[in-house]
């Protein structure tokens, strides 16, 4: 065993005052001093951001008060180390008034919380021992537990922007004592006039001295009692609140300024006193728990958040005990007053150098701008007055004082039966007497019970009933003899008529302001009652009074309330009353309820009525109206679809979808021959009405319409109809009103109009007028081609219109009439951009062809359809010379594709029997065949050919030909396609093209090594270079040159064409020599020297005639021999020799 003494130097009459505080030692580990630690995460200000910090739009979860575009300044960490409670300050500044941080925390199993607010806590004082320093803004701490993670976002609703915004993160630390605390160290004093409560000292939850930098500061007395919460988790353990101490110790000492704790005492969920500010408990240390407010009072705080818990009893017990304690040392009276004088600055809510006339137990929120001690603890605060009160025990001599004081009362009374003693609540002392008792609270003072009063007061409890304790004596000389008293919760009323009735408060006021029992209601007859919903009522003599949180205090009588206890009294449909019961001008009545009313008139009698019909007669004048009163209740129509009130002179109909609607006359008529709420039509949705030209009459149901006309008599108009009348402009509009009911036809229905008809099918309905309507309608209608229109008549921008319907279409301009377009055609100019596409508006309809296929014309081409090519836009120049090839029936056949835009401003389509190519200046070309697969094969109009010039041609004998920008391609059977082009077909070209010696090519133009290029024909070839140009090749000639290599032989390229010579030979010079044939020489080379000497002898016509041979080798040099002699060139030099 230890003890702890504890010396206060008190002044203002205390000084020299010992307080001497036992200590008992526990089975536990011995508590020590736990080291905690604390992480700041900077979040700058909304004007500058912290690194990592950011600003945004809107806070995550909406927050009252908070508009949607507020700058919100946010930081999320996920790298934190462990923390247990969370924190935000800022540097102080006075303008900082209204600032609001949301919190969550991620948990150790990586879980996000929900975000939780964070109330803002007082500035306390200066933390530093030599009072320098200023202490920093910021919330109320929030423990957490564990956690490994957070966000915040902090947004001001008014005032000045906070700076140096910081997240501070706390890591209490741990103690194996901790679990295992034993007894409060802290159990006596042996100077108070009473014991004082058991309370955990400072060493036991772990305070580290070391980190307090304020030194203890005294007031002169103690005047009053500060009570508070710290707006913290509810959820914590016994074995938590060590730690959740030390991390308000150091977020008060440290991050916030403070030096220290800010409270004198916390107390927790489960009624455990925690010492906080160091200073001693019996001493009047100035604490930091109510800016302005701090010296002179004592700092009590409850663990947890009482704005959205009850607070647990355990509670409020441990803190009236431990500020009964208090006031008993400095004798504060608990139900007194005390004034104070503002010391300002936080967020006190009077001004420095304010005096402020408090109660001597007050809460946080009566001198600062916070909720704190929360709404459930502030409603506490009342009982914590009174358990002081008791506690400190002012009240049993209330008892004798009255007794004593009152000769009225003893006379009353007679002689004491049972002294004066505490009541079970421990608040209140009472006596019992001859002929009565007397009660007292230090609240309600001491009053006086008797007779029947007082046995109907005890059966219900006594004082520890809903009544509580008597507030004033009894009070007789009432009408009839009648007698009450009032209770804290109520009243009794006695008569002898109708007994002692309890009356709840609500239903005592409403009876009082109604005039008691002189009024119309006289005496109760019943006690209050409970009902659902946390409701009560009474019955007196003349009617009731029924009382719910939500409605009041309501006085229900005669035939209303007879109608409504019919109908289940509060547990009916018309739930609790929300008004009395009133009288009208002519002499009806009626009372409002949650769901409805109760109307009654002496003709009518009462009738009720739920919300929906009873607002939609309201806004029709009530009984003053058109429809008076109601004649019936409000029931379920035939038809169980809704439900009905009969008034004096109309209907309200009532559905949940259609909602309350005035029904009557001639239009109810109508609906009713049509079935009611049973028929087609169902509910009405609207008022029945006149129309907006004064002519019909007209009522709009769930399922259709009823329209009287003068004129056009009666129609019902199916809901499909409806709709789709409606959305082409209604009786406005082109179809103006029904002429005829709607006739049934195999898919639906068709109603005719002044001005057009509707078709439904399916429960849609479409409108056509017009032209569009007139050729459907000669197209067969709804049994025709087209089947059922899918929309309505709908106007394009352009001025035409159209109609689709279940296979085609109709488009009308009036250039081009209205026109069917239907099937794949109609697909096909839709892909193309309906209307608004290359095509335009059809101009004719879809006509069938010969073949099975058709063709529709459009303003800007045509669309061609048959089962192998599908459909196939066909426009301009292609367009037209596929017409003059004969279109589908001529060579071309069906187009295969659509007319194509090509690069550089071409277009062409592909049909089955070939393609249309066209430009600006070759035309629109046929190519087809051999031909054109040549030049697609050449890699079309980007290959060297390009564009076509001319149409594929016949030729005579069969074969084929086009031109083309880059050349020719031509075809036989026995040929194939071949490509002539440039200088070898032009020389081609000049010696008759096919109908010349070469015939058709058997090659195509084809380059060679150099540059050069050449074709072979059927009568022979044409090679071209640059330097030699296009030269014919042909016959023996040719092929003694190409036994020679062709070009890449001796003889190079031809420099001539192959020439013809008298007496029938044939020659053809080279660029290395020439070749000369005859038919019975055969084809020689003649090259170099010898060709030299040859020609100097005057080639073929010379004594040496025609080479016999090719040159031979022979010593020194080669010899040929002639037909004439021989030419021998050996050793440089040349010599003839004749036969």
Partial sequence: MRRLLVALAVSAGLTGVIIVLPVFGSAGPEPVPVTTFSQELAMGSSSAPAPGAELR??????????????????????????????????????????????????DEQGAWGTWTEMASEDVGQPGARDGAGMPRGGTAPLWTGPSTGVQAELVTRSGAQPTDVRLDLVDPGASPADAALGPADIQDTADAAMAMPHVYSRAQWGADEGIRTWDPSYASTIKAATV??????????????????????????????????????????????????????????????????????FGVSMLGNYDTAETPQATVDSVAAIIAWKFALYGVDPRGSTTLVSGGGGTSRYAKGTSVTL??????????????????????????????????????????????????????????TDSPTRTPDGV?????????????????????????????????????????????????????????????????YWSPATGARVLSVEVRDRWGAAGWENGALGYPVSDVGSLKEGGRFVHFQG????????????????????????????????GYPVGDVTRLADGGMFAHFQRGSVYWSSGTGARLMLSPVRDRWGSAGWENGALGYPVTDQVATPGGAGQVVQFQRGWIY??????????????????????????????????????????????????????????????????????????????????????????????????????????????????????????????????????????????????????????????????????????????????????????????????????GGTVTAFQGGSVYWSQATGARLVSGAVLD???????????????????????????????????????????????????????????????????????????AGGGRFAHFQGGSVYWTQATGARVVSGA???????????????????????????????AHFQGGSVYWTQGTGARVVSGAVRDRWAAGGWENGVLGYPTTDVTALAGGGRFAHFQGGSVYWTSTTGARLVRGAIRDAWAAAGWENGRLGYPTADPETVSGGTRQTFQGGTITAVNGRTSVTYR
């Avoid at 068709?750 to 007028?769: N, R």
């Avoid at 000049?990 to 015939?999: C, I, M, P, R, T």
């Fill in 543 to 574: 009617g009731s009074i029924y009382w719910s949180p939500g409605t009041g205090a309501r006085i229900v009588s005669g035939v209303v309330r007879d109608r409504w206890a019919a109908s289940g009294w509060e547990n009916g449909p018309l």
């Fill in 428 to 492: 209140g002392a009472y006596a019992h007497y001859d002929r009565g008792s007397i009660y007292a609270s230090n609240r309600t003072a001491a009053h006086v019970l008797r007779g029947p009063i007082r046995d109907r007061w005890a059966a219900a409890g006594w004082e520890r009933g809903a009544l509580g304790y008597p507030v004033g004596d009894p009070s007789c000389g009432l009408r009839d003899g009648g007698c009450f008293q009032h209770f804290q919760g109520g009243s009794i």
């Fill in 57 to 106: 739009a809107a806070t995550t979860v909406p927050v009252a008060g908070v508009p949607e575009s507020s700058p919100v300044l946010a930081l999320t960490r996920s790298d934190t180390r462990n923390f247990s409670l969370v924190g935000v300050t800022w540097a102080y500044d006075p303008a900082v008034t209204d600032t609001l941080v949301q919190i969550r925390v991620r």
């Fill in 654 to 851: 009532w559905s949940a979808d259609g909602g309350a609607r005035v029904v009557g006359g001639a239009v109810r008529d109508a609906w009713l021959a049509a079935g009611g709420d049973a028929g087609d039509l169902g509910m009405p949705i609207a008022d029945a009405g006149r129309t907006a030209d004064g002519v019909a009459e007209f009522g709009r149901f769930s399922g259709g319409a009823v329209y009287l006309h003068p004129d056009l008599g009666t129609r019902v108009v199916p809901g499909p109809v409806v709709t789709a009348w409606d959305s082409a402009g209604g009786i406005g509009g082109p179809l103006g009103y029904p002429v005829a009911d709607a006739v049934a036809t195999s898919a639906g229905v068709v109603m005719a109009f002044q001005g057009g008809e509707v078709y439904a099918a399916s429960g849609t309905g479409h409108a056509l007028h017009g032209a569009v309507r007139d050729r459907y309608t000669a197209a067969g209608g709804p049994e025709g081609e087209l089947g059922y229109p899918t929309t309505g008549v709908r106007a394009l921008s352009d001025g035409g219109t159209f109609a689709h319907f279940q296979n085609g279409s109709i488009y009308w301009t009036q250039a081009t009439g209205a026109r069917i377009v239907s099937g794949p055609v109609r697909d096909r100019w839709a892909a193309a951009g309906w209307q608004t596409g290359v095509l335009g508006y059809p101009t004719g309809e879809v006509r069938e062809l010969a073949d």
């Fill in 228 to 297: 508070h919460h710290t707006a913290d988790s509810n959820d914590y353990t016994a074995d938590q609140v060590p730690a959740i101490m030390r991390s308000i110790y150091r977020y008060h000492t440290v991050s916030r300024g403070w030096g220290d704790i800010g409270y004198n005492v916390i107390v927790d969920k489960f009624g455990r006193l925690w010492e906080g500010r160091y200073g001693g408990l019996a001493s009047t240390v100035v604490g930091a728990h109510a800016g302005g407010f701090n010296t002179g009072t």
């Fill in 881 to 955: 010379r596929f017409s003059a090839a004969g279109g589908p029936g001529g060579s071309l056949g069906y187009p295969t594709t659509d007319v194509t835009a090509l690069a550089g401003g071409g277009r062409f389509a592909h049909f089955q029997g070939g393609s249309v190519y066209w430009t600006q200046g070759t035309g629109a070309r046929v190519v087809s065949g051999a031909v054109r697969d040549r030049w697609a094969a050449g890699g079309w109009e980007n290959g060297v050919l390009g564009f076509p010039t001319t149409d594929v041609t016949a030729l």
């Fill in 359 to 416: 109660p001597t137990v007050f809460g946080h929120r009566d001198v600062g701008s916070t909720s704190c001690p929360g709404r459930y603890g502030y409603a506490r605060m009342g009982e914590i007055r009174d358990k002081v009160s008791a506690t400190l025990g002012t009240v049993v001599p209330l008892i004798q004082q009255r007794y004593q004081s009152d000769a009225g009362a003893r006379d009353v009374l007679g002689s004491m």
């Fill in 984 to 1014: 070898v077909r032009d020389r081609w070209a000049a010696g008759g093209w096919e109908n010349g010696v070469l015939g058709f090519p058997t090659t195509d133009v084809t380059a060679l090594a150099g540059g050069g290029r050449f």
